[in-house]
């Protein structure tokens, strides 16, 4: 005796939207684009870099005398571009397994 299980209707009609929306990525409620995000990620870099190359050369010139804080600027500086540069490795690194897959 096998018992067949009917299913029954849970979600009414206007419950579920399945058509596809066209939306701008990017422009509601604030919302950031992919490419946006990885341009601000670079200018923080480039920012950090540029504000650690600033105490050394202040440094340099005896116009400031605290080493601590610029060793701690130019470690920041080199953790930062270090993560930038293996954040890069691995898009890298997956935009070719993903080319590698078969369809």
Do not use: C, W
Not at 2 to 27: A, F, H, K, M, Y
Not at 59 to 77: C, K, L, P, W, Y
């Amino acid at each position: 005796m096998i018992e067949s299980i009917g299913l029954t209707r849970v979600v009414q009609q206007g419950d579920i939207e399945i058509t596809p929306q066209d939306r701008e990525i990017g422009s509601e409620k604030g919302e950031q684009s992919f490419a946006d995000m990885l341009t601000d990620a670079v200018n923080s870099v480039d920012q950090t870099m540029k504000e650690s190359n600033e105490k050394v050369q202040s440094f340099v010139a005896g116009e400031t005398e605290n080493v601590h804080d610029v060793m701690i600027s130019m470690q920041r500086a080199q953790l930062s571009f270090q993560m930038m540069v293996e954040m890069r490795n691995k898009a890298i690194e997956t935009y070719q397994e993903i080319s590698r897959m078969q369809i």
